[in-house]
């Protein structure tokens, strides 16, 4: 069995770029952001079905995704790690209406922790403005769960220049 790639490790796959801009995309002005789809309790044997909304105003370019998975019963007091979660996700982009998996997967193939995050490397995933993050969850564990899927990357606000002076 593979270990799972950490962020230091990626740093050194050829092709990975932290700093990734899309194509089109250079000269404009780019801010950090995280849009987060949250599942409150999901119980045993659920599938459920998340979404969040991308702001009108720019792109959102996905860098990172991590999950935060918790004991509904006990708060924050017992994390799970989403490499040892009995779960599995399936996420659409809504604004093109492609499947970025063709069906759920466990969920530790698609998002990390704050401290080992799922690093989009050769290229980032780029979603449109309007459109929908949806992520779809099938929870397998015995006792209910809550989890939020996080999507870490920037907004990258099309009619504003990166350089100010050029307005």
Known sequence: M???M???Q???VAGWNPQYI???????????????VNFL??????????TTNIQNDSYFVCVEQNADIWDSATGNTTHLSPDGAAMLVRIVDTSSGKFIVDQPTPI???????L???VWLARAQVYRPGGQIQVELTQNMAASQNVRCSFIGFKV????PDDFSKM
């Open 157 to 160: 606000y099309y009619n504003v």
């Open 10 to 12: 990626a740093a050194v």
């Open 41 to 50: 309790a999901a119980a045993n044997g659920s599938v459920t079905t998340g």
């Open 22 to 36: 899309p194509p089109g995309f250079d000269g404009y002005f780019r801010q950090p952001f995280i849009y987060n």
């Open 2 to 4: 593979s270990t799972p």
């Open 116 to 118: 080992r995050p799922f």
């Open 108 to 114: 530790g193939n698609w998002f990390g922790t704050g």
């Open 6 to 8: 950490m962020f230091d």
